[in-house]
C-alpha cells in the first residue's frame, strides 16, 4: 500500500491591493472534510477522483485552503495553516509521496511566495519524498519551487476550466513514480516577461496556438506534462514571469530541450498578444455599450477585477454613469455587478424601498477612486449566498442598479442575478467587474467591453509602479 498525502493552498495574492487576506476570506477544510467539499476546490478532486480507483494507493488528506483571490495572506493566518497541514502529517503514517493543488502565485506578509516556504519545510522534513504539484496558468515559478518539486503541471486554459483536469494530472504523474517507477525529471525556462491577464485568452491566439504545442509535446511518450506558467502580472513579486516547463519520464535532455522549445515558441509571438474583447478608456467603454441597440451588452472593469485580487471596491466607473453619462444612462436599463463594501450593505439592509443617501466604494482602493454618495432605494437583500456567504443588496438609483456585496467575492455568474430575481435578459448594459467574459456571461452577452479602467488589476501594466524591471505586455 502507497500513502498519497494530499494538501493544498490556493490563492492569488495581489501586491497593489492594500487589503490584507484573512482568515474570514479562506475556506479551509482539514483532513477527510475535503472530500464532501471537494466541488469547492476542484484541482482536489482531481487527485481524488484518480485515486479511487487504485486499490494499491491510500490517500492522507491534509489541508486544503483556498480563498479569492485578494491582497497578500496575513503571515499570522498562513502560519497556521502550515502548522495544521503538519500537525495532520505527523498524526499519519509515513507519506510515499505529495501530491499538492496549489496555486503558484500566493504571497504571505513578509514570507514572500508561499508555495516556496510550504515546499521548503516538506523537503526540510522529508528531504527523500516527491512531491508532484498541480497549478494555476498564472502560478510564479521560483528556482526554489523547481529544486523542490519533482514535477509541476498547469492549467491549459484562461478562463480556467481544467482545475479538475490540471489535478487528475498532478495525480497520474504521482502514479508513475510510486507505482509503474519512472523517475521523473523536469526542463524549464524562464522569460521575465509579464502578459496582462485578459490578453492570455486561451481561446485566441497567439495562446491558442501555445496551448496547442503544449498539447503536442504531451503527445510524446516520454512526456509527461509541459506547462506555459505565465506568473501573475499583479504582483511586484521577485521571480515573477513566464516559466516554460517540462515534465519527462526521467530524460533531462529532452526536458531542457523542450523547455527550450516552448519559450522560444513563446518568444517568437511575444509580439503579438492582445486584448480579446474591443478596450478603450472607460467613458469610451461605456459609452460605446450605452449606443448599442442588442442587449444584454457586458463592459468590464477590468481595472478592479476582484477574480485577479482587485479590492473590488473602485468608483470609477459608476461615477461615470452618475456623473458625465447619467442623461444616457436613464435612458437605459442598467445593471452594475457589484462592488465590495460591507459597510454600505449594513448602512442599507434596514432600510428596504426608502429613498437613502449612501456612501459606497473606495474604502479599500484609495489610491485610484474616491468614495461616492448615491441617492436611491435599496430594493432588497439577499444573506448568505454562495460558498463565502455573502449578503448582497440591490441598491437603485435613476441610473443604474447596483449590487453591493458584504464580501470580497468574484462577479463571476448568473447565480448572482438568480438570487436577487434579477430578468438579466433584459438589461441593456450590465457592467462588472471582470477581466474577459467567463463562459456564463459569454452565454447570454449580445456583445462586450473592456473597460481599462486605473486600480489594482490595470490591464495597461506600465502604469503600474513595478520596483523589478519586466518585459511588460
Ligand atoms: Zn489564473
Known amino acids: ?31 477527510a472534510e475535503i472530500y464532501d467539499n471537494s466541488e469547492a476546490y476542484l484541482q482536489a478532486r482531481g487527485i481524488i477522483e484518480f485515486f479511487k480507483d487504485k486499490p494499491d494507493c491510500r490517500l492522507l488528506p491534509l489541508v486544503f485552503a483556498r480563498a479569492v483571490p485578494n491582497g497578500v495572506v496575513d503571515k499570522t493566518l498562513y502560519l497556521r495553516l502550515k502548522e495544521k497541514f503538519f500537525q495532520l502529517l505527523d498524526e499519519m503514517p509515513q507519506p510515499d509521496i505529495f501530491v499538492l493543488a496549489l496555486h503558484g502565485s500566493m504571497r504571505v ?95 485566441y491566439p497567439p495562446m491558442r496556438g501555445l496551448i496547442a504545442e503544449l498539447h503536442k509535446l504531451e503527445e510524446h511518450d516520454e512526456i509527461c506534462a509541459a506547462s506555459y506558467l505565465l506568473g501573475f502580472p499583479w504582483a511586484d513579486a ?83 454613469l452618475s456623473g458625465e453619462l447619467a442623461e444616457l444612462a436613464r435612458t437605459r436599463k442598467i445593471l452594475v455587478a457589484g462592488i465590495y463594501d460591507p459597510v454600505a450593505v449594513v448602512a442599507g439592509k434596514d432600510r428596504l424601498n426608502q429613498v437613502i443617501s449612501l456612501d459606497v466604494g473606495g474604502r479599500f482602493d484609495t489610491q485610484y477612486c474616491r468614495p461616492l454618495t448615491l441617492v436611491g432605494k435599496p430594493l432588497k437583500l439577499v444573506a448568505d449566498f454562495g460558498l463565502h456567504k455573502a449578503s448582497l443588496l440591490l441598491f437603485r438609483t435613476d441610473e443604474f442598479d447596483l449590487i453591493i456585496t458584504s464580501k470580497h467575492i468574484g462577479f463571476t455568474g448568473i447565480q448572482m442575478f438568480e438570487a436577487l430575481e434579477i430578468d438579466y435578459l433584459y438589461i441593456d448594459l450590465i457592467v462588472v467587474k471582470l477581466g474577459y467574459l467567463t463562459e456564463d456571461f459569454k452565454a447570454i452577452a449580445a456583445k462586450s467591453y473592456l473597460a481599462l479602467s486605473q486600480g489594482c488589476t490595470d490591464e495597461v501594466l506600465s502604469r503600474l509602479a513595478y520596483s523589478r524591471a519586466y518585459d511588460l505586455v
Open 1 to 31: 500500500m502507497k500513502n498519497i498525502a494530499i494538501g493544498g493552498f490556493f490563492h492569488e495574492s495581489n501586491t497593489f491591493n492594500p487589503i490584507i487576506t484573512s482568515q474570514e476570506d479562506f475556506l479551509v477544510y482539514c483532513g
Open 109 to 203: 506578509q513578509e514570507l514572500g511566495s508561499a508555495e516556496t516556504d510550504l515546499l521548503a519545510e516538506i523537503k526540510f522534513r522529508y528531504p527523500s519524498i516527491p512531491i508532484i504539484s498541480g497549478l494555476d496558468m498564472h502560478a510564479t515559478i521560483t528556482d526554489k519551487m523547481l529544486q523542490f518539486t519533482t514535477a509541476m503541471v498547469g492549467y491549459k486554459t484562461a478562463p480556467h476550466l481544467d482545475a479538475l483536469e490540471t489535478g487528475y494530472h498532478a495525480a497520474q504523474m504521482a502514479y508513475q513514480i510510486i507505482s509503474e517507477g519512472h523517475a521523473l525529471c523536469m526542463g524549464a525556462v524562464k522569460i521575465p516577461c509579464l502578459i496582462a491577464g485578459e490578453k492570455s485568452e486561451t481561446d
Open 238 to 320: 521577485e521571480e515573477n514571469g513566464v516559466t516554460a516547463l517540462v515534465v519527462t519520464k526521467g530524460d533531462q535532455q529532452l526536458a531542457d530541450s523542450s523547455a527550450r522549445y516552448l519559450a522560444q515558441k513563446f518568444l517568437a509571438v511575444r509580439q503579438n498578444f492582445g486584448f480579446s474583447s474591443p478596450a478603450f478608456a472607460p467613458q469610451d467603454a461605456l459609452r460605446l455599450a450605452l449606443q448599442e441597440t442588442c442587449k444584454p451588452v457586458f463592459v468590464s472593469d477590468s481595472g478592479d477585477n476582484p477574480t485577479a485580487g482587485s479590492t473590488a471596491d473602485n468608483t470609477t466607473l459608476i461615477s461615470l
